[in-house]
Nanobody
Framework: QVQLVESGGGLVQPGGSLRLSCAASGFTLERSAIGWFRQAPGKEREGLACFTSGTGGVYYADSAKGRFTMSRDDAGSSVYLEMNSLNVNDTGVYYC??????????????WGQGTQVTVSS
């Protein structure tokens, strides 16, 4: 059974940082893609970053470039999203999602439950 469990969300002041974690089980990251998504209040869910095992690289959306960094642990069972210079527009529910394809995060086949990030002074 595939499980994705996010953690690390919370309340942070503008300009602050957070590190989100996603623990994956039930499938292997070595033959799949995994990414971070966000759903801001009143907006559609958007992709932020995607790691594809086929390329071994991480792709970032424009909204994440330069501020967010996606990484994974050596065991390949967890991925992280380091977020810096947060602003109020980064408020939302952050999801980890995995795809069975090794080349793209779309469409995701599995979703985590999400973790809330609130940026406010």
């Amino acid at each position: 059974q595939v499980q994705l469990v996010e953690s690390g969300g919370g309340l942070v002041q503008p300009g602050g940082s957070l590190r989100l974690s996603c623990a994956a089980s039930g499938f292997t990251l070595e033959r799949s893609a995994i990414g971070w998504f966000r759903q801001a209040p009143g907006k559609e869910r958007e992709g932020l970053a995607c790691f594809t095992s086929g390329t071994g690289g991480v792709y970032y959306a424009d909204s994440a470039k330069g501020r967010f960094t996606m990484s994974r642990d050596d065991a390949g069972s967890s991925v992280y999203l380091e977020m810096n210079s947060l602003n109020v527009n980064d408020t939302g529910v952050y999801y980890c999602a995995a795809a069975q394809s090794a080349w793209s995060c779309y469409p995701p086949n599995y979703w985590g439950q999400g973790t809330q990030v609130t940026v406010s002074s």
